[in-house]
């Protein structure tokens, strides 16, 4: 696994503070809030927090 699941559980959006969950590529991160909905990647099996580097997908 690209991010290990202690580190996900620590990992908040940064946006909302809402937790965010792997996606099945395990590429990027997603807030798991659906009015938030901002995709965070994962770039070297390092995750982005950033919100200007998320995308937003409903
Ligand atoms: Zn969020």
Not at 22 to 28: K, L, M, N, V, Y
């Given at each position: 696994?690209?991010?290990s699941p202690e580190l996900l559980e620590i990992l908040r959006c940064p946006k909302c503070r809402s937790k965010v969950e792997?996606?099945?590529?395990?590429?990027?991160l997603k807030c798991?809030?659906?009015?938030?909905?901002l995709v965070y990647p994962i770039r070297d099996d390092i995750p982005?927090?950033?919100i200007d580097e998320a995308t937003v997908e409903k």
């Open positions: 696994m690209a991010v792997i996606d099945a590529e395990e590429t990027r798991v809030n659906p009015e938030c909905s982005v927090m950033l």
